[in-house]
């Protein structure tokens, strides 16, 4: 399947317009999901960060491996049945079942819901990196002020339910309301900033290197902040990373960058990892 970063111009503006397409049907499947599980949607989708504790809660309590019994595994179902960010984003699920994915698509419509109430200077776009292998190039995402800044919101949530389930850590109940709170001051302030407001370097980089010389699948650049004043950090994350599940190898050789041989993960995977480490 088609990655979002191999589309055309043309093909990203119609995948952006059908993500924004699916957020109200997505949103109305959670609401009826609560419904059915004995919950209140008016009580508990009131617009507040807040809100996004029970919801975080109640949605990690209910999330399902593919085999699991009585799930659907979404390799058996056609992918136009996938929400279209999964679809995009990769080409196998190997964690979550088709149930879980969906309710995954109703956190990703209120979590916007909530963020551009919140921040409502925010606008959707195309993501356009100024390297050809950005790994959000082409992605829908939430900008502000000069769009420089891009938040693929289905990548974090996502994330943190397939480390849960693979037990690989657990997410805490306040996670993506910490997330949401952080996303929003962000965007709040870029719709501020001035054209003579110095841009912010990145604190890092991926990419997706594979099929160059050396046999690696991911190159990971690290910020001047990361090199310098947090390197103990970095050599922290770097040991950490060496034991994560689907991880081979990690080398750490330039101060500046990371080299990962991990094959079964992809470029938001690995940036996710980081992120919720620094």
Not at 182 to 198: K, M, W
Not at 272 to 277: C, M
Request: aromatic residues 6%.
């Amino acid at each position: 399947m088609t990655n979002y970063r191999e589309l055309t111009k043309p093909e990203a503006a119609a995948a952006l317009q059908e993500f924004l397409k699916e957020r109200g049907p997505a949103l109305t499947l959670l609401r009826e999901r609560l419904v059915e599980d004995g919950q209140d949607p008016q009580a508990l989708l009131d617009g507040s960060l807040e809100s996004l504790v029970p919801l975080w809660r109640w949605l990690l309590s209910r999330l399902a491996r593919r085999d699991a019994p009585g799930a659907t595994d979404p390799a058996s179902v056609p992918p136009e049945m996938w929400p279209s960010w999964e679809r995009f984003t990769t080409a196998e699920e190997r964690t979550l079942s088709l149930e879980s994915l969906t309710l995954l698509d109703g956190l990703v419509s209120y979590l916007a819901e909530v963020v551009l109430g919140h921040a409502p200077n925010a606008r959707w776009d195309v993501a356009r990196g100024p390297q050809k292998r950005y790994h959000l190039n082409n992605h829908p995402v939430l900008v502000s002020g000069t769009g420089e800044t891009h938040n693929f919101l289905p990548g974090l949530p996502v994330v943190d339910a397939r480390a849960s389930l693979n037990r690989v850590r657990e997410s805490s109940d306040d996670r993506i309301e910490a997330y949401a709170r952080a996303l929003i001051g962000q965007l709040n302030q870029e719709s501020v900033l001035t054209d003579e407001t110095t841009e912010r370097e990145p604190i890092l980089e991926v990419e997706d290197i594979r099929g160059e010389p050396g046999g690696y699948d991911f190159e990971i650049g690290l910020s001047d902040e990361l090199c310098h004043e947090r390197s103990a950090d970095v050599e922290r994350l770097v040991r950490e990373l060496s034991g994560a599940e689907g991880v081979n190898q990690v080398l750490h050789e330039d101060r500046d960058m990371i080299l990962v041989r991990a094959p079964s993960w992809n470029t938001e995977m690995l940036e996710g990892w980081f992120l919720q480490r620094l």
